[in-house]
């Protein structure tokens, strides 16, 4: 069992940062690949970027490529997503996921890989 909790959501202009974080209780948190989602009022669920579990691979939505940055300290059982030069569409909740190897295609970018969810945290950018 895998309990996640981010944060560092807020309020931010158009060409700001945010550093959100997503802290993991339990012991099994370095085997588990993680996820970055979003999703904005009357979407789906979307892929934002996912990292293995020794920190070795990293995976992107073309959206936030070169934008963000995904990574994990498993000493601290913590993921970071690091946003820089944010956009207004980039407004959403987003949510931490852990989740473990797959088949398939970008299996990777479909929530339905994932076996644990955060509550999420708000991301706001003001243009």
């Known amino acids: 069992q895998v309990q996640l909790v981010e944060s560092g959501g807020g309020l931010v202009q158009a060409g700001g940062s945010l550093r959100l974080s997503c802290a993991a209780s339990g012991r099994t948190f370095s085997t588990y690949g993680m996820g970055w989602f979003r999703q904005a009022p009357g979407n789906e669920r979307e892929f934002v970027a996912r990292i293995s579990s020794n920190g070795g691979s990293t995976y992107y939505a073309d959206s936030v490529k070169g934008r963000f940055t995904i990574s994990r300290d498993n000493a601290k059982n913590t993921v970071y997503l690091q946003m820089n030069s944010l956009k207004p569409e980039d407004t959403a909740v987003y949510y931490c996921?852990?989740?473990?190897?797959?088949?398939?295609?970008?299996?990777?970018?479909?929530?339905?890989?994932?076996?644990?969810w955060g509550q999420g945290t708000q991301v706001t950018v003001s243009s």
């Open positions: 996921a852990a989740g473990r190897v797959q088949s398939g295609v970008s299996w990777y970018r479909l929530p339905t890989s994932y076996d644990y």
